[in-house]
């Protein structure tokens, strides 16, 4: 059976002096799978995007900012997840540059200004599967991570994630 993912797009905006990350706050819809939960902006790549425009424009509608300049940090393989269980491939982008002043809700909930030292101590409430991976978004190795995780509907399988870097 071919591999058909949904293509994402994940985008952790670096507040101007590097020591904040915007988030949302999944806080908006109590149905929401990912209710209370902090997480980076993004979604689903749309016909006829490239990912990079796909991350630009999620950018602008949910957090209301133009991106300068941002570097894809890694792709992600979500095999299984979702109330569906389907799969997704994400990825996954810093956002370095921008202009604009940031909304402070959008259709998912809040958006929420997090330290960074607290989005890498994991000491807000997050998907358990970023803990794996999130680390490496903010690490400053220029190699892009690459990684498959696969999840059986909302529960990340932690025994069968991997992850690489090469170069």
């Known amino acids: 059976m071919p591999y058909t993912p949904v293509l994402g797009t994940l985008g952790y905006v670096l507040s101007p002096g590097g020591d904040s990350v915007l988030m949302v706050v999944r806080d908006a819809r109590p149905e929401d799978t990912a209710f209370g939960k902090y997480n980076g902006l993004g979604g689903k790549v749309e016909p006829g995007e490239d990912v990079a425009a796909g991350m630009i424009r999620e950018i602008r509608e949910e957090a209301g900012i133009e991106v300068t300049a941002m570097t894809l940090r890694g792709t992600i393989s979500w095999p299984g997840f979702g109330r569906e269980g389907e799969s997704w ?25 997090v330290t960074l030292a607290r989005v890498l101590g994991h000491d807000i409430p997050m998907w358990e599967g970023d803990r794996l991976w999130l680390d490496m978004v903010f690490d400053g190795d220029p190699r892009p991570f690459h990684g498959v995780e696969p999840y059986d509907g909302l529960t990340v399988l932690t025994d069968e994630w991997r992850f690489t870097r090469l170069g």
């Open 89 to 113: 491939f994400g990825f996954v982008f810093l956002i370095t540059e921008w202009h604009g002043t940031p909304h402070t809700t959008n259709a998912e909930g809040r958006l929420e200004w």
